[in-house]
């Protein structure tokens, strides 16, 4: 935050909402990216499209235990561990 503040001569409450922006840009250019390669995927290569589903499971669990977890936010957990989903290949 300080660096974005001291980069734009901004408030860190205005630095605050430029990562929020720039966090969400990214994870919807994430989102977009991932469908296109799904769609391109196709029924044609299930073993690949099942890796790139792992790979988006992977990266979704990893945002929500750190965001939810009281080692990275200072506050009390309120992280669980989902249910274990396995998908057939």
Not at 39 to 57: H, V
């Amino acid at each position: 935050m300080l660096v974005i503040a001291g980069s734009r001569r901004g408030s860190l409450s205005d630095a605050e909402a430029a990562a929020a922006a720039m966090y969400e840009d990214l994870m919807d250019a994430y989102d977009a990216a991932n469908a296109e390669l799904l769609a391109a995927l196709g029924d044609t290569f299930p073993r690949i499209r099942a890796y790139a589903q792992a790979l988006n499971d992977f990266n979704a669990g990893v945002i929500a235990w750190t965001s939810g977890t009281s080692y990275y936010t200072g506050a009390a957990s309120c992280w669980e561990p989902p249910e274990v989903t396995v998908r057939p290949v």
